[in-house]
């Protein structure tokens, strides 16, 4: 069973930075194709970072030079480093797991960008 934790959300500060960290069980991080998504009030889930199994990583092009995405096989935790954080950066941001014909999700975590 796939389950899905996030964490590392919080209040900041636009310019700051914050790391998310989304911890797996019942998949292997490190060798599957995982991603970032937010949600802000009244919008729609967008994707914001993936990484494949291969390890490639792709960003919409708002966070692009901003956000990085990677993982790290020993914690098989999935991270996203967030810098230069700005107010529309604010969303509740989840972890991804998508195998056909299932998506999974965690909890959710909040980020909070103040102006």
């Known amino acids: 069973q796939v389950h899905l934790v996030e964490s590392g959300g919080g209040l900041v500060q636009a310019g700051g930075s914050l790391r998310l960290s989304c911890a797996a069980s019942?998949?292997?991080?490190?060798?599957?194709?995982m991603a970032w998504y937010r949600q802000a009030p009244g919008k729609q889930r967008e994707l914001v970072a993936a990484?494949?199994?291969?390890?490639?990583?792709s960003y919409t092009d708002s966070v692009k030079g901003r956000f990085t995405i990677s993982r790290d096989s020993a914690k098989n935790t999935l991270y996203l480093q967030m810098n230069s954080l700005k107010p529309d950066d604010a969303a509740v941001y989840y972890c991804?797991?998508?195998?056909?014909?299932?998506?999974?999700w965690g909890q959710g975590t909040q980020v909070t960008v103040s102006s």
């Open positions: 991804n797991y998508y195998i056909v014909p299932t998506n999974y």
């Open positions: 019942g998949i292997i991080v490190s060798i599957s194709a």
């Open positions: 990484i494949t199994s291969g390890g490639s990583t």
